[in-house]
């Protein structure tokens, strides 16, 4: 049971995927509150200092956002190319295709690997 967990907990990359996405949802949410004091500031005569602060805190969410999407791509494409995500049944052993023999279909046709064509 012990070789489970220790198999299960995420890696280095998963746990910076899961900070960098964590940190972009606390700026996204942090966008209103700065709209909210940003127009204090400018109600209290600090117009541009309210339009930075708003601009600021806007940028610094789209640019998470961004890094958060690309990480998050680039760890998902590792784990579908085979290097961790692997597909096994219960028991243990791999999937395999079974072959026409036995099937229920009538039409189906087999091929030599002679008769397979490469498209591009």
């Known amino acids: ?25 606390l700026l996204v949410a942090a966008v209103p509150v700065a709209l909210l004091a940003g127009v204090v500031m400018m109600m209290l005569g600090h117009v541009i200092g309210g339009l930075a ?17 690309m990480s998050g791509t680039r760890h998902l494409r590792k784990l579908v190319s085979g290097r961790g995500f692997q597909v096994m049944q219960q028991d243990g052993g791999q999937y395999t295709v079974a072959g026409p023999e036995g099937s229920d279909y009538p039409d189906i046709v087999r091929l030599d690997p002679s008769e397979y064509t490469e498209v591009r």
């Open 1 to 25: 049971m012990t070789g489970w967990y220790a198999a299960r907990t995420p890696g280095r990359s998963a746990r910076t995927v899961i900070a960098v996405t964590a940190l972009a949802l």
């Open 53 to 69: 602060l708003f601009g600021g805190s806007v940028l610094a969410a789209a640019v998470t956002v961004v890094l958060a999407g």
